[in-house]
């Protein structure tokens, strides 16, 4: 039996909110009986589909809120007006220490503004990343940046790694996980400043970290490390394209088993192995981008999922919970910071 | 009947040359039998290879050399000692009138550097950018920068634009080719400085460009554009991501289709469908990365390739030669640089 875990969710998140939310908490329940919720929102909308889901009565608080932070809303906008949003009293139940964690299927730009403003950032790390997981030949990759800072310097793809090397080991479980910085081939001298800067640090500092060297684009797929580091502007392009390769392969192998009837029967005959391939690539099996760096668990649900996607992401943000992800990074910062600090200096020196 | 060709080829690049390459150019010939070629490389190494084709006999002249550009030489050591290797001289033919197009498998930097040396740029484009083909949901889209250029600023991205306009009218074929610029997001604050002043220029200018506006990575498989415009560190990512991705897709599915008698059999009935998609997603159909902005015309075939894959890299040449691409693409630099120039002005002082 797991300990009890509360999550707070913004009810009123995501395309199909409040409706999917309701239902992917329902669905979370299933897998996750040990949590409860805190749903922040508008109770004439959450209580009617409360209603229908008996199993969710005792488990699920709604905190009611008029406001919600809609897609089109700024993110500099939500900081100034959005404090009674379902989106901002969400994240601030971690603060108050009435949830361990937040999950929101809403804009992902006022999440993230509204989750460094309440939540701060952990000592040691000056900006925030949004990690994902990958399905790889070998397993799974986690990758970071997804898109919370378009440009980052050496010193921030630094953290990066030490934040993803630690969510490696505390949350997959690996003993020693190899970490690689994206870069458009492996040699030492390609690519730009930030990602030979880091690269130096990395490879000169006495971190207790495995550094494989850079890696491109096809190693993320390969699970060639088991953390990708990038910036947020190449990290949510490859990210993307990776997810539109898939959904164009996709389609074309529908429309070619489709195609004939011989076809049509192949597909029958081999339906069952097919739909391993299908659950392994599913994207919603991959929903719930981790907000690292932050003094909170923070998830962010794809806006347009659906009740099984946004069950992922509430599975992502107790998994991280459990794992102790914060407490961990927090211990592992405060030792490592003034070893990445003389690593920085000494490669400031060479140069 | 087409008016015969030259294309000079560096027979001793790529990891399998030079066996690779003529039989690549066997391959070639049969689709394309007014093409001759100009085989620079070691002449005891080439002539007993070309023996084994006689129908290769009097469409290709071998000009032979003793040295030639390995895959880890760097680009400045070959513009300092290289130009009596196979490359060189290849690309050389092309200035001297000899071909009317080179083409390589052999180190990209080196070849990119010495073609701009040798070749030069065209008059208006300050840096020249890799281009190449993706198939996509609606057909195909052209893509560039693929990793000639790390860094870019916004006036690099707009001649990009106009590059891949160009490319996609005289040798695509389409009448009004729409352009995107890769970003993060679609909305106009998205991204980093160089896409926004990019977007910025081809919003505000005069310049005859269908411009759509910021394009996501998954918009390159979806077809969204004809013409996705990025950098060279981010477009060499999303399309390693992508071949990547396709890799692993393929993997999986084959491992499915083995994992049971069912399943196999299912395969053996489909097999004739799944062909289709196999052919349409293999690399090597869209294999030859193009040279743009150079004066001359230059491609680049993937190290790795086997002879199916160099022949659709010979190809690629051959349709930018007898499209006259260079001389389109020069014409319409004439008419755009007061424009493009006059564009940049207004939107320099509106900011």
Redesign the interface.
């Known amino acids: 039996m797991s300990a009890p875990v509360t999550i707070s969710i913004d009810a009123m998140g995501g395309d199909h909110a409040p409706d999917m939310v309701v239902e992917g908490v329902r669905l979370a329940h299933v897998r996750l009986p040990h949590v409860r919720y805190l749903l922040f929102g508008d109770t004439r909308r959450i209580e009617p589909l409360l209603e229908r889901y008996p199993e969710l009565k005792g488990i699920c608080q709604i905190r009611h809120t008029e406001e919600s932070v809609s897609m089109e809303d ?1 993110p500099s906008q939500v900081l100034r007006t959005g404090r009674r949003t379902s989106m901002w009293l969400a994240v601030d139940a971690v603060v108050k220490g009435e949830a361990a964690g937040v999950v929101s299927a809403g804009n992902t730009g006022a999440l993230m503004a509204v989750s460094k403003f309440v939540l701060r950032m952990l000592p040691g790390i000056d900006r925030p990343a949004i990690a994902g997981l990958f ?3 070998r397993g799974e990759t986690v990758m970071l940046d997804l ?1 919370a800072n ?2 980052c310097g050496a010193n921030n793809l630094v953290q990066f790694a030490v934040m993803g090397e630690v969510f490696a080991r505390a949350v997959l479980g690996l003993e020693k996980p190899t970490i690689g910085i ?3 081939g492996a040699e030492e ?4 400043d930030a990602v030979r800067g880091a690269a130096n640090i990395l490879r000169e500092s006495q971190l207790p970290i495995r550094f494989h060297g850079f890696v ?7 699970g060639t490390v088991d953390v990708v580091v ?1 910036d ?3 990290g ?14 996709s ?3 529908r429309h ?2 489709g ?2 009837l ?2 049509k ?10 739909n ?2 299908k659950l ?2 599913d994207p919603r099996r991959y929903n719930g981008a981790m907000f690292l760096g932050l003094n909170g668990i923070a998830v962010k649900s794809h806006g347009g999922t659906d009740a099984f996607g946004f069950a992922n992401a509430v599975g992502v943000a107790v998994d991280l919970v459990a794992h102790g992800y914060n407490d961990r990074i927090r211990r592992e910062l405060e030792h490592l910071k003034p070893q990445e600090a003389a690593a920085a200096q000494r490669v400031a020196g060479n140069g």
Request: glycine share 12%.
């Open positions: 700024k399905p790889t030949e898109g378009v440009e994206l870069n458009v001298l390609k690519g730009n491109e684009g096809n190693d993320i797929c390969a990038t947020g502007f190449t949510n392009i490859a990210l993307k394209t990776a997810e539109g390769t898939v959904k164009f392969f389609g074309f192998l070619a088993f195609s004939s011989l076809a029967l192949g597909y029958l005959l081999a339906r069952r192995a097919l391993k391939v392994r690539t």
